[in-house]
């Protein structure tokens, strides 16, 4: 019970907190992490007090439970509804475990026409190294953003990739423009060369990204650094360098999930009430081309109506550039089943309790009508 009510306790935290950083950093914040910093009071004077977060509570749930079962619990049928009960909420509990640890998120924007064979991650970044010497084929290197750190040393083919410097969240503007906020342009080579840029606290809203912006060296195996790059996924393009004769092209970019199919957007319909301009419907008529499986077909996404394939979930999300570029979600979660399975385990211990309820009831005024 007391675990219980702490839960009541972060639960309702996490729910005021949402205003101010939004869902995802809540979530993150308090829900899947071991101690969660509840912040109290006014301005300078605001201090931190631990709170027990999700992960902990729900790890000390489960051996509460456990250990119930072990020590005063007896396998009897009248006690198979608590059984139920038990066993689906520690169901439940493993299935928030099992989605943090094994499910993402990420999206798909599609141009009418357009076909791709990988979805991005709408907040995570990655620096990438495109080597296109060999004919017919890139080789990519891809350092995800959680390695992007002020120190950081890559040691790759003939050169080593430091990052002299990361920002999480920044604001890039030409370096014309730049105010005396923004700091003085440092980079040396690329198109990095025309910006200035500041840092900037993190986005919480769920519908904006941070423009992730990284100062880079490029230090060869024989010889000096030639130069300091400005990467950023609010640079469009790739930056390109040389090591001896093999020219390379490297960026900032929003974190890419390959698939082994391929998905074409045939068309994007946005349908209105009749006379009005309130949305009706989205949907967007997809191509999938599966050379593994030799499958060729089309088939439609729409509201409320996903297309699940090959283990992935795609569902209709948002729509941007005058109703011709379609917003597809993707989510990975292998586990999706296990929140049902619970809740129906629970309503079936529930309902069996429930019944042994009744029965005694009934056979006790039963019995007091025959005497």
Same mark, same amino acid.
């Given at each position: 019970?007391?675990?219980?009510?702490?839960?009541?306790?972060?639960?309702?935290?996490?729910?005021?907190? $949402?205003?101010?950083?939004? !869902?995802?950093?809540? $979530?993150?914040?308090?829900?899947?992490?071991?101690?969660?910093?509840?912040?109290?009071?006014?301005?300078?004077?605001?201090?931190?007090?631990?709170?027990?977060?999700?992960?902990?509570?729900?790890?000390?749930?489960?051996?509460?439970?456990?250990?119930?079962?072990?020590?005063?619990?007896?396998?009897?049928?009248?006690?198979?509804?608590? /059984?139920?009960?038990?066993?689906?909420?520690?169901?439940?509990?493993?299935?928030?475990?099992?989605?943090?640890?094994?499910?993402?998120?990420?999206?798909?924007?599609?141009?009418?026409?357009?076909?791709?064979?990988?979805?991005?991650?709408?907040?995570?970044?990655?620096?990438?190294?495109?080597?296109?010497?060999?004919?017919?084929?890139?080789?990519?290197?891809?350092?995800?953003?959680?390695?992007?750190?002020?120190?950081?040393?890559?040691?790759?083919?003939?050169?080593?990739?430091?990052?002299?410097?990361?920002?999480?969240?920044?604001?890039?503007?030409?370096?014309?423009?730049?105010?005396?906020?923004?700091?003085?342009?440092?980079?040396?080579?690329?198109?990095?060369?025309?910006?200035?840029?500041?840092?900037?606290?993190?986005?919480?809203?769920?519908?904006?990204?941070?423009?992730?912006?990284? /100062?880079?060296?490029?230090?060869?195996?024989?010889?000096?650094?030639?130069?300091?790059?400005?990467?950023?996924?609010?640079?469009?393009?790739?930056?390109?360098?040389?090591?001896?004769?093999?020219?390379?092209?490297?960026?900032?970019?929003?974190?890419?999930?390959?698939?082994?199919?391929?998905?074409?957007?045939?068309?994007?319909?946005?349908?209105?009430?009749?006379?009005?301009?309130?949305?009706?419907?989205?949907?967007?008529?997809?191509?999938?081309?599966?050379?593994?499986?030799?499958?060729?077909?089309?088939?439609?996404?729409?509201?409320?109506?996903?297309?699940?394939?090959?283990?992935?979930?795609?569902?209709?999300?948002?729509?941007?550039?005058?109703?011709?570029?379609?917003?597809? $979600?993707?989510?990975?979660?292998?586990?999706?089943?296990?929140?049902? !399975?619970?809740?129906?385990?629970?309503?079936?211990?529930?309902?069996?309790?429930?019944? $042994?309820?009744?029965?005694?009831?009934?056979?006790?005024?039963?019995?007091?009508?025959?005497?």
């Amino acid at each position: 019970m007391v675990l219980l009510g702490l839960g009541m306790v972060l639960i309702f935290v996490a729910t005021i907190a $949402q205003v101010e950083i939004g !869902i995802r950093e809540s $979530q993150l914040r308090y829900f899947r992490s071991w101690i969660a910093w509840l912040e109290v009071g006014p301005g300078t004077l605001r201090v931190s007090l631990p709170l027990p977060g999700g992960l902990l509570l729900a790890s000390a749930l489960l051996v509460n439970l456990l250990a119930a079962h072990l020590t005063r619990f007896k396998l009897q049928w009248k006690k198979v509804g608590i /059984f139920l009960i038990h066993a689906g909420v520690l169901i439940l509990l493993l299935g928030e475990l099992f989605t943090a640890l094994l499910g993402w998120e990420a999206q798909i924007r599609l141009d009418e026409g357009e076909t791709l064979n990988y979805s991005t991650h709408p907040w995570e970044v990655e620096l990438v190294i495109i080597d296109s010497s060999a004919p017919g084929e890139n080789s990519v290197t891809a350092i995800p953003q959680s390695r992007l750190r002020a120190g950081a040393v890559f040691p790759l083919d003939g050169f080593k990739v430091r990052i002299e410097r990361f920002l999480p969240n920044s604001e890039i503007v030409p370096a014309a423009t730049a105010g005396p906020e923004f700091e003085a342009p440092s980079a040396t080579e690329g198109s990095g060369v025309a910006f200035a840029v500041r840092e900037v606290p993190e986005e919480t809203a769920p519908d904006r990204r941070n423009l992730c912006s990284a /100062f880079v060296k490029i230090i060869p195996e024989h010889g000096s650094a030639p130069g300091r790059w400005l990467l950023s996924n609010a640079i469009s393009g790739m930056q390109e360098f040389k090591i001896g004769d093999a020219l390379l092209t490297m960026a900032i970019r929003q974190r890419r999930f390959y698939h082994p199919f391929s998905i074409t957007l045939l068309d994007f319909s946005h349908d209105r009430y009749l006379g009005t301009e309130i949305p009706k419907n989205f949907s967007s008529r997809i191509r999938i081309v599966n050379a593994d499986r030799g499958e060729d077909r089309e088939t439609l996404i729409y509201m409320n109506h996903p297309l699940r394939y090959g283990g992935l979930t795609f569902y209709q999300s948002g729509f941007d550039n005058d109703d011709t570029t379609s917003i597809i $979600q993707v989510v990975r979660n292998p586990v999706w089943t296990l929140p049902y !399975i619970a809740c129906a385990m629970v309503a079936l211990g529930l309902l069996w309790v429930f019944s $042994q309820h009744i029965v005694k009831a009934i056979g006790r005024r039963r019995a007091e009508h025959a005497s």
